[in-house]
C-alpha cells in the first residue's frame, strides 16, 4: 500500500482502494461531536439525546468528586507528568492508586499504563516470547489480539468461550509455553468467560491466564471487584486463579487508564519489561487523583451497581414481552443481534428520530454477519429513560420485518 515515491497524487492513488472498499461495504466510520460531558442526556452533532452507548456506567465520569480531585490533582501536581515512570514522572499519587487498587483486588500489587490498549500490548508482549503461543477468545478486543500479533509470539484463537476447544489449543501446542487470553465480560456480546474452567485447564496443561476485565471491574461482584468477584458471593478468584488481571478506567471509573494487577514477582518484571510502561509519558498524576476519587465510589456507593443491575433486569424482560431476542448477558453490555451492515444501521438511525442514541456495531468490530445494536445501561439512567427506550423498540419490532429480527444466532 505504501506509495514508492511521495508525489500526493501516487500517495492518494496508494490509499483509496482501502477506502473505497469500505466506503462500498457501508463500513464508513464518522466520528460525531459532543458538547458538555458524557451524562444519559447529551448534547451530539447539536441535538440533545439519550444515549444507550457510553461506557461511563456507573455515571462516574462526571461526579463532582471525581472532578474536583482532578482539579485537587492539577493544583497539586500540575498537569503534565514531565517524564516516563522511570524517569521522573513516577508521583505519590500514583502509589497511593496501586496501592488501593491492589487491596481491592485482592493483590500483592498493581501497576498502571496510560491506557488499556497500551496496557495489553505491553503485557502480552513482555510475558512471551517466539517459542510461546498466545491463545485467544475468538471474540477477544482488538487490543489483545493485537498484543498477540505485535508480539514474537504465534497466537491462535479458540471458538468463543468454549472450554472444550480451549483444551483442544492446549493439547495440540503442550510443547510451547501458553499464554491462555481473554476478556473477562466480552465487550460487544457483553457474556462472561468461563473462568472457572478456564483456570483449571491453565493448571493442568501449564499455561498463564491473563484476564482482561475492561467492563466488568466496577460493575460485577457485591464489592465491584468484577468478573473476579462474579463467581461466588463472598470469594474472589485470587493471583494463584487469574495471575494476570487487567482492569480499565475509561468505562466504569469514568477516568482514562488502565492498570495490571498480580502477585508481585510479576510486577516487577512488567515494571523492568513491559516497553508501552517504560518508554511513554507517565499518566497525568491528576488522573490518578481522580481515579482514586473513583475507586472511593465504587467501594462505598454498591447502590450504583445494584441500580444498573435493575436496570438490566428490566431492560431484558421487556425486551422480552416485544419478542427482541437479546444475546444472554447480565452485564451492562446488551447486544441485539441484527446481522446484517445495513439493518443494524437503519435500526440505529430508526432509534436516533426519536432520541436514543444507540450505536449500531459492524465489521471490522463484530465479525461479518454479526452487526449488532449495542445497547449499554448506566445506573444513572432514570426509569423514564429505560422506558422510552422500550417504547422505540416496541416501534422498531413493529417496523422491521420479525423475519430479520426473529432470526436466532448460533455463537460460533
Ligand atoms: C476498552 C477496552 C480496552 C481498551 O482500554 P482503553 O483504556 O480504552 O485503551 C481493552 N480491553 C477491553 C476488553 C476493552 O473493552
Known sequence: MIPTDSD?????????????????????????????????????????????????YLGLSNHPDVVSAFFDGAREYGVGSGASHMVTGHCRVHDQLEEELAAFTGRERTLLFSTGYMANLGVINALTNAQSVVLQDALNHASLLDGGWLSRARSRRFTHASLPALEQALRDEKESPCLIVTDGVFSMDGDVAPLPGMIELARRYG??????????????????????????????????????????????????GAFVAGDSALIAYLEQFARTYTFTTAMPPALAQATRASLTLITNEPWRRQRLQALISRFRSGMQRLGLPLLPS????????????????????????????????????????????????????????LQQLLDAMAELAHTFSRSLLGQTYVNN
Open 8 to 56: 500526493r497524487a501516487r500517495w492518494r492513488a496508494a490509499l483509496q482502494p482501502a477506502m473505497e472498499s469500505r466506503r462500498q461495504q457501508g463500513l464508513m466510520r464518522q466520528r460525531l461531536e459532543r458538547r458538555g460531558p458524557c451524562t444519559p442526556s447529551m448534547s451530539v452533532n447539536g441535538h440533545t439525546r439519550i444515549s444507550f452507548c457510553s461506557n461511563d
Open 330 to 385: 447480565h452485564t451492562p453490555v446488551q447486544a441485539l443481534m441484527l446481522g446484517d451492515v445495513d439493518q443494524a444501521v437503519a435500526a440505529s438511525e430508526f432509534l436516533l428520530t426519536r432520541g436514543l442514541h444507540v450505536t449500531a456495531i459492524r465489521p471490522p468490530t463484530v465479525p461479518v454477519g454479526r452487526s449488532r445494536l449495542r445497547i449499554t445501561l448506566s445506573a444513572v439512567h432514570t426509569d423514564e429513560q
Open 207 to 256: 499455561a498463564g491466564l491473563m484476564v482482561d476485565d475492561a467492563h466488568g471491574m466496577g460493575c460485577l461482584g457485591v464489592g465491584g471487584q468484577g468478573v473476579i468477584a462474579s463467581f461466588s458471593e463472598d470469594t474472589l478468584l485470587d493471583q494463584c486463579d487469574v495471575p494476570v488481571l487487567i482492569g480499565t478506567f475509561g468505562k466504569a471509573f469514568g477516568t482514562a
